[in-house]
């Protein structure tokens, strides 16, 4: 362990340097690709100091207990030092398990209403604040690439593009169905509803990342179809792309911007290919070593969202971690229904490494 953890430091020191050679800060792209990777490794060379010094110590403290005058300092500063030394060297192990390498990306969030209607558009909306908030609390970028706005409020669907630090790695545990259990504001009798939206969460992907090449794409650009007035029918801002090896199409009119839609349609293609290549790996592995955290099928119920109760709960937790209060997550608290996911993750995956 101690070799791999002084390889992740001479990387960390590498990069370092890096970041502050004048070529690459003046490549912002390369600066903030390398500026991730540096504080992905932080947490782990922190951790690493931590413990070399607490080894150090204790090898002091050995040597101490030579001398009759210091040995009974020395002991006790033993008795001290050896259960910090077991609960950083645990501490390593869970930073050591291998991180998706998707969870620095940025993404395309979406959000769509589903079943119910106008309050399914309402609670969309509801959604996009919460989100918005929890965005803001992170220092996360995000700008709106579409949104189709319900007729009584909220939305029939709205897209994002959201930036910062390890941003799918939060995000993805977000993918999935929300139901929301309330009285609606277009119900006047006062009956609890149950409506739905969905939320899927798509890493950005850059295509060299899958090997595909841009002989192998045919991109086609064609005039939007629905909503947006005379723009619809002037400008030709609709991009289609065709991967042309595997005959896989992806298509983006959500934004009046060519380029921006552009951007849309080849991260959905590669993560169209990225799917597909995942199917044939899953094919080939035992189902329980599956991990089941954040999949992002949209069918699959994620949270609950129940008002007269003020309680959301997140069917993926189970005991007292699955219900947290509906004011505070609402009000775009997130932070600790993620971290209990994610420590549900690191238990998965630490199931899977034993197994």
């Keep these: 362990m101690l070799e791999k953890l002084k390889e992740i430091e001479d990387k960390y020191l590498y990069i370092e340097g890096q970041l502050a050679d004048p070529s690459i800060i003046a490549d912002m792209d390369r600066w903030s690709k390398l500026n991730k990777e540096y504080k992905s490794l932080e947490p782990v060379v922190e951790a690493y100091r931590e413990y070399s010094n607490i080894i150090s110590n204790i090898a002091n403290a050995k040597e101490m207990l030579k001398d009759p ?38 993404v395309i969030f979406e959000i769509r209403a589903g079943t119910g209607g106008d309050e399914a558009a309402i609670f969309a909306g509801d959604l996009y604040r919460m989100y918005v908030k929890f965005f803001e609390t992170m220092g996360w970028k995000f700008e709106v690439i579409s949104e189709n706005e319900g ?72 005039r939007a179809s629905g909503a947006g007035g005379q ?68 069918s699959e119920k994620v949270r609950t969202y129940n008002y007269p109760q003020n309680r959301v709960t997140d069917h993926r937790l189970e005991g007292d971690a699955k219900n947290y209060n509906l004011n505070t997550v609402i009000e775009g608290d997130l932070s600790e229904v993620i971290n209990s996911l994610k420590m549900l993750e690191t238990a998965e995956k630490m199931k899977a490494e034993i197994e």
């Excluded at 939305?155 to 939060?170: A, D, Q, S």
């Design 151 to 222: 007729t009584v409020g909220g939305f029939k669907e709205i897209i994002l593009e959201v930036k910062g630090e390890e941003v799918y790695g939060r995000l993805k545990f977000e993918s999935g169905g929300h139901r929301v259990q309330r009285v609606p504001k277009t119900e006047s009798q006062g009956r609890v509803h149950t409506s739905a939206a969905t939320v899927a969460v798509i890493p950005k992907i850059e295509p060299e990342e899958l090997n595909i090449r841009k002989e192998d794409l045919k991109i086609d650009v064609y």
């Design 231 to 298: 723009h619809v029918n002037r400008t030709e801002s609709a991009v289609r792309i065709t991967h042309l090896p595997t005959g896989v199409v992806s298509e983006s009119q959500d934004s009046r911007s060519q380029i921006k839609n552009r951007d849309i349609a080849l991260t959905r293609l590669v993560q169209k290919i990225q799917e597909i290549m995942r199917r044939e790996e899953a094919s080939t592995l035992a189902e329980q070593r599956k991990l089941q955290v954040g999949s992002g099928d949209r």
């Design 69 to 106: 005058e210091m040995k009974e300092m020395a002991q006790d500063e033993l008795e001290a030092l050896e259960p910090q030394l077991d609960d950083m060297e645990e501490r390593l192990k869970v930073l050591l398990i291998p991180k998706d390498p998707e969870d620095t990306k940025d």
